[in-house]
């Protein structure tokens, strides 16, 4: 089966980024952790705040997300999403921790999702998540990866024509495993997808992609047929110029483990260290690179592209 996403305008940011060959490395969006909220129905641009969840209760997890260093995502099932208003009778909810040592996932549901305001957030940056479960019961460790594919069409139209169809394929490739999710940022690489608990964030995604990192995550990897600049937009709980730095490190070793590699998870542009934990040391300077001129969001104007080059220091 080879999987196509559906057709974007030859101008669509996306299409103008693949068609220059732009790279992805050091393009994930930042968070320590990720809770994910289930709300079905249309969401708006801020689909925290713009959608069938609450203002209120949107506004203040995606707040308490943040100010611990993480982030909130609405997800739904992949499909059509009638706007109906009736009541939500639970909600499904993900938190994933632990990621920049040995990541973990939760899984449950809430009734309302201000339960999640009782999270302690200070340790779901922790390897255990025990303090957690305890914190919202209803929430149990599973050992099963959860993929998400941002679909957020009214933050940018690439999110919805290309990642839609893919999200609904993978998911019946992985049945319970996939959701579609609110914005994630990075659009211009749609499809675009984040895999739980790693934080680890792919580019340009296909259905067959989708399977092949899901697996790989179950092992606790990445898959070697995405260890590659195109693919590869490195894990969310680095910096910039350290995810950039891991996946130069990892195409160059072929290095495959999710946390075989560490770095200062802060480290900015120029040197940066990588070491592996059977003890190699890769010394590396990362740094911005402007290049063609594309844009990076849908109607907005073209402008310089910034990626990262990674060389030996």
């Known amino acids: 089966m080879t999987t196509t996403h559906a057709t974007s305008r030859p101008d669509a940011c996306s299409v103008q980024w693949e068609d220059a060959g732009l ?12 809770v994910a909220l289930e709300q079905p129905g249309p969401w708006g641009r ?17 707040q308490a997300c943040a100010d611990a260093g993480g ?7 992949p499909g059509r999403h009638a706007d109906a208003h009736s009541e939500v009778d639970g909600h499904r909810v993900w938190v994933a921790g632990g990621l920049a040592d040995e990541p973990w996932l939760l899984e449950g ?16 940056l922790g390897t255990e998540p025990d303090r957690v479960e305890a914190a919202v019961p209803t929430l149990e460790e599973t ?57 680890q964030t792919w580019a340009r995604l296909t259905a067959e992609r989708a399977v092949a990192a899901f697996g790989a995550e179950r092992r ?38 999710l946390v075989a590699l560490r770095t200062p998870t802060d480290a ?31 109607g907005k104007p073209a402008k310089p592209s910034i990626t990262w080059t990674v060389e030996p220091a």
Request: aromatic content about 4%.
């Open 23 to 34: 790279p992805a490395w050091g393009t994930a969006s930042q968070a320590q952790f990720w």
């Open 46 to 62: 801020e689909a925290a705040l713009d959608s069938h969840l609450s203002t209120e209760a949107g506004h203040r997890l995606s």
């Open 71 to 77: 982030r909130l995502l609405l997800v739904r099932a």
């Open 109 to 124: 549901e809430v009734e309302d999702p201000a339960e999640l305001l009782a999270l302690p957030w200070a340790d779901l």
């Open 143 to 199: 050992r099963e990866p959860l993929l998400l594919v941002c679909t957020n069409g009214r933050r940018d139209i690439c999110c919805a024509v290309r990642g839609r169809p893919v999200a609904l394929e993978a998911a019946e490739l992985l049945p319970g495993r996939v959701l579609e999710c609110s914005h994630t940022g990075g659009h211009r690489f749609a499809p675009t997808g984040i895999m739980l608990p790693s934080g």
């Open 220 to 257: 606790g990897e990445i898959p070697a047929e995405l260890n590659d600049p195109a693919y590869d937009r490195g894990r969310s709980c680095l910096s910039p110029a350290a995810q950039a730095a891991q996946s130069w490190v990892r195409q160059q070793s072929g290095e495959l483990g």
């Open 268 to 298: 900015g542009e120029g040197a940066v260290r990588v070491t592996g934990a059977d003890g190699r040391v890769w010394d590396v300077r990362a740094t911005r690179h402007e290049g063609a001129q594309v844009t990076d969001s849908c």
